[in-house]
């Protein structure tokens, strides 16, 4: 390679180089913008459009027998989901306690999912997950990990952990749970 060929490749880099350079820097002045700037009003857009209220129609009526009485019926229910991304700096504890006085006050029941059953006589609680059940053993071994208990904590320490840390020791609840 001669010393023309030299320069000529030597400019065309130094032009990739910069052409490369410029596009780096639209892409990021275009995310500085989008962050920066306006990253408060696409938050809010995000959490204005993950909220979606749809009603579903039954395929089917009532199920009868052949005397006509009815063995199963279409009611209506709801799922309702907290998502802590969703909830922006609400505390989740005190979302809960509203959501939790806003179903007793409507005399409505829920499903809870703790897989801790009520106490015994003697006050002890007992673990509700099936042992055959892959996914409750994941989720007691999840909610053990999350609380910083040893995988062999029992339903006591689980919930005397729970307790404390979440301040419940004084307090009044009536956790109803639906099978």
Do not use: C
Request: overall charge negative; proline content about 1%.
């Amino acid at each position: 390679m001669n010393q023309d060929e030299h320069k000529i490749m030597v400019r065309r880099m130094a032009a990739l180089i910069a052409v490369a350079s410029v596009l780096i820097a639209v892409y990021v002045l275009r995310l500085i913008f989008l962050q920066l700037v306006n990253g408060e009003s696409f938050k809010a857009q995000a959490t204005n459009t993950t909220d979606y209220n749809f009603t579903v129609t039954a395929a089917r009526g009532d199920i009868v027998d052949s005397a006509g009485r009815r063995i199963a019926a279409s009611t209506t229910s709801y799922n309702v989901v907290l998502s802590k991304l969703l909830m922006g700096d609400e505390d989740l504890d005190t979302m809960l306690q509203k959501v939790v006085d806003l179903l007793e006050a409507h005399g409505e029941s829920w499903n809870d999912s703790l897989l801790i059953g009520e106490p015994d006589a003697a006050g002890h609680y007992s673990f509700t997950a099936q042992a055959d059940s892959t996914s409750d053993q994941k989720a007691l071994a999840v909610m053990k990990d999350s609380l910083g208990l040893q995988q062999y904590a029992t339903a006591d320490d689980v919930m005397e952990k729970q307790l404390e840390d979440y301040n419940l020791e004084n307090n009044s609840l009536h956790w109803h749970r639906v099978m």
